[in-house]
């Protein structure tokens, strides 16, 4: 878990990774991971909403140095900051999810491996356990209304060694991504393919125009998974808090709470804002994680105190992948574990479970997306 040492004048944080990653990828590619939905109004608000809040550290605790190692419902993870899944990694690198996957588990990070991989689950995992022993993933799911495939597939990530199912509710259809429009950016390039769909009927296998993103899909597909398998299911892509009281009646082992990086629904509140709305509804009966513009770890430690038990990270992986591949990742996650180690010391907590909630203040003039 040594950081790797990149060359002089390598980025120093994820901003400059955004930058470094944006000079060598093909602009479609960097406009696909870059963009969201529409305006792109819910994109910037996930990162402003952060910076909007003030963390007042507490002084003279004798906290000691922090121990940043925790556990994510049950699964022993060295920092409170997981891989969200994304898509198509081959866009951005050759290695591809081999590389994400093997960065993960030497860092002992959480990897959420996605149903749209360019590698299949059963390569993702084999990688994982080349760099760690005991790596940590997890599958996440875009329920086909095709159940035979939609239970093939889970049973492909089980049989992998997944440990929880991650099912993606903000989809009943796709964004509206404007920069892939002017792009004309609908598809994966020839040669590229979504490696986990070889079961899926319809079209060209490996396709994403096989992919049925379907409003059909409903909370009895949540119960239905919940008698498909036995792993734990997190929902991810909550942001109603009524949404999160349903999932917890409906017994959910975790809930993500995200808005899918401002790619799905434009204009819908950043999620470091609805966070403690939900973590209210939930009343400590689920663990939560939140997505969605985390770019520092002092972002991590604001949404530790308002109740996540884990942060998760979709663009800054990629940017990190683009740049170096496997030490891109490897250096974007220690860079966090870095920077969370150092917002801990300065607000004199001693770990993940000591963030109080009073630590963070909420100075912006109005919560919520400003153009
Ligand atoms: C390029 C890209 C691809 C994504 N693909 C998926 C996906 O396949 N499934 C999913 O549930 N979320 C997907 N997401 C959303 C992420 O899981 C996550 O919610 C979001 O990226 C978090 O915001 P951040 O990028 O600001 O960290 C994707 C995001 C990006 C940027
Ligand atoms: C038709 C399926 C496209 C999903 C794209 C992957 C994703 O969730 C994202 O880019 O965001």
């Known amino acids: 878990m040594t950081a790797p040492s990149l060359p002089h004048g390598a ?9 470094a990653a944006r000079m060598v990828l093909d602009p479609v590619h960097d406009d696909y991971v ?11 608000a996930n990162e402003s909403a952060f910076a909007g809040l003030c963390l007042v550290p507490r002084v003279l605790r004798g906290a000691g140095e922090p121990v940043l190692r925790t556990a994510v419902l049950g699964h022993e993870a060295s920092m ?18 081999r590389a994400t996957a093997r960065a993960a588990a030497a860092e002992g990070v959480i990897m959420i491996a996605a149903m749209l991989s360019t590698v299949a689950i059963e390569d993702v995992a084999a990688e994982a356990r080349k760099a760690a022993t005991d790596p940590c993933l997890w599958f996440q799911l875009y329920p086909q209304p095709d159940l035979g495939f939609t239970r093939a597939i889970v049973q492909r990530a089980e049989a992998a060694g997944c440990r929880a199912l991650v099912v993606t509710a903000d ?10 429009d002017r792009n004309d950016f609908h598809d994966l390039p020839p040669g590229l393919r979504c490696e986990n769909l070889r079961e899926l009927r319809g079209g060209e296998p490996g396709s994403v125009r096989q992919v049925v993103l379907s409003p059909e899909i409903s909370w009895r597909h949540v119960e239905w998974l ?13 942001l109603h808090p009524a949404d999160a009281a349903l999932a917890a009646d409906l017994g959910v082992d975790g809930i993500m709470v995200s808005n899918h990086g401002g790619r799905q629904l434009d204009t819908t509140p950043p999620t470091i804002a609805q966070l403690p709305r939900i973590a209210e509804a939930v009343a400590g009966r689920v663990p939560l994680l939140l997505d969605g513009g985390v770019r520092r770890g002092t972002d991590v430690i604001k949404a530790l105190a308002l109740g996540a038990a884990a942060v998760g990270i979709g663009r800054p992986v990629m940017w990190g992948l683009a740049v170096a591949g496997e030490d891109g990742v490897s250096a974007v996650l220690s860079m966090l574990r870095r920077e969370l ?17 009073d630590l963070v203040m909420d100075i912006s003039a109005k919560e919520g997306c400003a153009r």
């Open 226 to 238: 919940r008698e498909t398998t036995d792993l734990p299911i997190l929902v991810k892509g909550v």
């Open 341 to 357: 180690a150092n917002a801990l010391a300065l607000c004199g907590c001693a770990g993940p479970a000591d963030v109080p909630r």
């Open 34 to 44: 870059r963009g969201g939905a529409q305006d792109e109004v819910t994109v910037r």
């Open 171 to 180: 989809s009943p259809a796709l964004g509206r991504a404007e920069r892939n």
């Open 11 to 19: 980025p120093v944080n994820v901003r400059e990774f955004e930058q």
């Open 80 to 97: 409170p900051v997981v891989i969200a899944p994304t898509a198509f990694h081959r866009l951005v690198h050759p290695d591809a999810e």
